[in-house]
């Protein structure tokens, strides 16, 4: 079944930690991307991609980094973690091509930042 | 660049009584026009979307929402709510200029029995 995947759903950590989230798409989509959600928040794009070997920044400043080495697999890596870290992540793909094409969003990655 | 204003932050309603929920946007082109939900602990999922052609669009769940061109609106409504219906609601625009996506603050639909 065609779907996207987030690992973990829940994560506390202490801070200065390394942190890797995981997101997976098997519904074939080109474009992938990352937003943080806060309560009472418009959702805020912090990474995006295109395609393999394509990471671009979003409109939200992030010190996080992505990669895109295969085009079911858009991970996001924090190197030093802080409590103003702590947020929702959401991972999302769309089809590539026009701004018509909706958005399909993983559960989400809860992370607390102590 | 676009903007989204969802005009209520909480909208409680009582079991099988009618809710709009509202959204307003701002662009410069023309828009594509989304609705989202979310349940507690998921990530988003597609109510219902404008593109083109009727301004009324029928979306899941009994969900319709109004494209109004002149007044830059795209309200959701239902005529008849359940407990289930209990969760956060995003409307969302995109746009021909080549901006990303942009998603209001959310409102939070609480049905109450």
């Known amino acids: 079944e065609a779907d996207i995947y987030q690992t973990p759903r829940y994560l506390v950590i202490g801070t200065g930690k390394k942190i890797t989230l995981e997101c997976s798409q098997t519904?074939?989509?080109?474009?992938m991307y990352w937003y943080q959600q806060d309560p009472g928040m418009e959702l805020h794009l912090i990474h995006y991609s295109y395609g393999v070997n394509s990471t671009e920044k979003g409109d939200l400043s992030s010190e996080s980094t992505v990669s895109r080495i295969r085009t079911e697999h858009f991970p996001l890596t924090l190197e030093s973690a802080r409590p103003s870290h702590t947020s929702q992540y959401l991972c999302?793909?769309?089809?590539?091509?026009?701004?018509?094409?909706?958005?399909?969003f993983g559960p989400g990655t809860r992370l607390t930042v102590l | 660049a676009q903007s989204v204003t969802q005009l209520d932050s909480q909208v409680p309603v009582f079991e099988e009584a009618p809710v709009e929920l509202r959204c307003n946007y701002s662009s410069s082109v023309s828009v594509y026009l989304f609705w989202y939900v979310q349940y507690p602990n998921q990530g988003l999922q597609l109510l219902l979307k404008?593109?083109?052609?009727?301004?009324l669009v029928k979306g899941i769940n009994g969900f319709e929402a109004e494209f109004n061109k002149s007044q830059t609106s795209f309200h959701l409504r239902k005529p008849s709510v359940h407990i289930s219906d209990t969760a956060e609601y995003f409307c969302?625009?995109?746009?021909?200029?080549?901006?990303?996506?942009?998603f209001g603050a959310g409102t939070r639909l609480t049905v109450k029995p």
């Open positions: 999302a793909s769309s089809l590539a091509g026009g701004p018509e094409n909706e958005q399909f």
């Open positions: 969302a625009v995109s746009d021909l200029g080549g901006n990303d996506m942009r």
């Open positions: 404008y593109l083109s052609g009727s301004t």
């Open positions: 519904m074939g989509h080109d474009k």
